[in-house]
């Protein structure tokens, strides 16, 4: 069974940190897509407007944050890229420290 997540973040505010950002996204490294694909997340998509994006994944029952997470802490490349992407990432204000992308709430679901 697959479920969705939705999470959003911001970029700073800097039109050249903002295409610098796109160019790593339109070749993440190889073991990022990996790490991405082995902790269960099957589709994800992320779209920007201004400074304000929006991840959309696909998980399946494999998947779960926080087994994500430990397995990120173990993997020196996705340490490596999650730092890399601070330059360009501004926490929400209501994160925590460290914290950067923030799960939405859905609060409407067109159906029938």
């Known amino acids: 069974m697959t479920k969705r997540y939705c ?8 039109p050249q940190l903002i295409a610098e950002y796109r160019r790593y996204h339109k070749k993440i490294w190889p073991e990022i897509k990996k790490s991405i694909r082995d902790s269960g997340i ?3 998509e992320i779209y920007l407007l201004g400074t304000r994006m929006f991840m959309i ?3 399946n029952d ?3 944050f926080e087994a994500k997470a430990k397995a990120d802490a173990a993997n020196p490349q996705v340490r490596e890229w999650e730092e ?5 990432q501004k ?7 460290g914290e950067k992308w923030l799960l939405m709430e859905c609060i409407f679901k067109l159906e029938g």
């Open 7 to 14: 999470l959003t973040l911001d970029l700073k505010d800097d």
């Open 91 to 97: 926490p929400l204000a209501n994160s925590k420290p």
């Open 42 to 44: 099957e589709e994800m």
């Open 84 to 88: 890399l992407m601070w330059k360009f």
């Open 62 to 64: 494999k998947f779960s």
């Open 57 to 59: 994944m696909e998980v």
